[in-house]
C-alpha cells in the first residue's frame, strides 16, 4: 500500500541514534542546555515514528478468507460496506511545503489537486470502518476484485464523504501530516547540525604540556626569593574551563586553567606596592606591565599583576588537561609559599 510504514522506521532508528549522540553530547557541555533539549526531541521523534509506524502496514495480505492489515484481520463474511474515491494530498505538500520553502509551496499552490489524488478504499465491518490508500492503482484494484468475488452481493459505493470516522491503514496526507513531516524536517536539520558540532571540541587555547608547564612553573618559583612572610594574605586557587572553539559546546570539561591568585586588602599599601614590584622583576615584567607569558610557546604560564590599590598577584597556568591540576596545584602551592603565604 505504501512505503510510509518504511521510512518512519527509518526515521526511528536514525533518531534513536542521534538520541545517544546527542545524550552524549549532555557529558561533554554540563554548562549547555541544548543537548538535554535535543535528546528530549530526538526522543519524542523516537515515540511518535514508532507509534505511526505500528498503524501503518506496508502490504495489504489478501489470504482465503480475508485481508491481514498488520496483526487484525478482516474477514469477508464480516463486510457490509464497500466505499470507493479518491481523495488528493495537495493539502498535506501544501503544508509542508509553505513553512520549509515558500517558492516550492507557491508551485505547488497552482499546481491542479487532481496530479496528487490517491486512491481510497473503505471497508465498512460490524466493528467499525477500515480506511486504506493507495498511490498506484495496482494493489487497490487487486484489494477491490478480491473483496468483490468473496462478497458478489456487495455492490461497491462511489464517492467519500471526508468526514466519516474510521481506522486508517495508511497516512491521512492531510494538513496535520503535512505540518508534521516539516517539523520532522526542522528536527533533521537542527539534529544534524548539532551533532556535527561534536566531532570539533577544540579549545580555543590549545592543550599545554604538563611537564613544559611545570618546568616554567619551578623556573618562575625559583626567582621569587627573599620575601617576606605576609600574614593575613591568602591564596586562593580557582579553576577556568578553557573555552572551545565551538560556542555550542561552551566550556571544555577536559581542559582547565588553574590560577594562583594571592589576595591581601589588608595589608599596606606600601608592602603591597614593594611586593608587586618584586614580582614584576622576578617574572621579567616591566615596572608598569600588568601580563606576562614567560614561557611562550612552550607552556601557557603568565604572571598577572594588575594595578589596584590593595595586593593582587595572579599565576595561571594556561590550558591543561584536568587529570593534572592536582599535581600543578602543588606547584603553585610551592610558589605561594615563595611568595610569603601561608609561612
Known amino acids: 500500500m505504501s512505503n510510509a510504514a518504511l521510512r518512519v522506521w527509518g526515521v526511528a532508528g536514525v533518531a534513536a541514534v542521534l538520541a545517544l549522540w546527542h545524550g552524549w553530547g549532555i557529558l561533554i557541555t554540563p554548562e549547555r542546555s541544548f543537548f538535554w533539549f535535543m535528546t528530549a526531541a530526538d526522543v519524542l521523534v523516537v515515540v511518535v515514528a514508532v507509534w505511526l509506524g505500528k498503524q501503518w502496514p506496508r502490504y495489504a495480505d489478501v489470504e482465503e478468507g480475508?485481508?491481514?492489515?498488520?496483526?487484525?484481520?478482516?474477514?469477508f463474511e464480516a463486510v457490509t460496506g464497500i466505499r470507493l474515491g479518491d481523495v488528493s494530498a495537495k493539502p498535506f505538500w501544501l503544508a509542508f511545503w509553505l513553512p520549509t520553502s515558500l517558492v516550492v509551496g507557491l508551485v505547488v499552490a497552482v499546481m491542479p489537486a487532481g496530479s496528487f489524488d490517491r486512491e481510497v478504499l473503505e471497508i465498512d465491518t460490524e466493528n467499525?470502518?477500515?480506511?486504506?490508500?493507495?498511490?498506484?492503482?495496482?494493489?487497490?484494484d487487486q484489494v477491490v476484485r478480491a473483496l468483490r468475488t468473496a462478497r458478489p452481493d456487495l455492490e461497491p459505493r462511489y464517492g467519500l464523504t471526508g468526514d466519516s470516522r474510521a481506522r486508517d491503514f495508511s497516512p491521512r496526507m492531510g494538513v496535520g501530516g503535512g505540518l508534521l513531516a516539516a517539523g520532522l524536517a526542522l528536527w533533521v536539520l537542527v539534529a544534524g547540525w548539532s551533532g556535527i558540532q561534536l566531532t570539533d571540541q577544540s579549545t580555543v587555547q590549545k592543550e599545554n604540556s604538563t611537564a613544559a608547564t611545570v618546568e616554567a612553573l619551578r623556573t618562575l618559583t625559583k626567582k621569587m626569593t627573599g620575601y617576606e612572610a605576609l600574614p593575613g594574605v591568602?591564596?586562593?586557587?580557582v579553576t577556568w574551563r578553557c573555552d572551545r572553539n565551538n560556542y555550542l559546546l561552551g566550556p571544555s570539561p577536559d581542559v582547565v586553567d588553574l590560577h594562583l591568585k594571592i589576595v591581601g586588602s589588608g595589608v599596606s599599601e606600601q608592602v603591597a606596592d614593594g611586593v608587586e614590584s618584586r614580582v614584576r622583576r622576578n617574572a621579567g615584567m616591566g615596572e608598569g606591565d600588568y601580563l606576562k607569558m614567560v614561557d611562550l610557546p612552550r607552556s601557557g604560564v603568565a604572571v598577572d599583576v594588575p594595578l589596584v590599590e590593595s595586593l593582587y598577584v595572579e599565576v595561571f597556568t594556561g590550558c591543561v588537561g584536568v587529570g593534572d591540576v592536582e599535581e600543578l596545584r602543588g606547584e603553585l602551592e610551592g610558589m605561594a609559599r615563595a611568595l610569603g603565604v601561608g609561612r
Do not use: D, K, N, P
Request: charged content about 35%; cysteine-free; overall charge positive.
Open 66 to 75: 480475508g485481508i491481514v492489515l498488520l496483526r487484525q484481520r478482516i474477514r
Open 234 to 237: 591568602r591564596a586562593e586557587y
Open 128 to 140: 467499525g470502518r477500515a480506511r486504506l490508500r493507495w498511490r498506484e492503482s495496482t494493489g487497490h
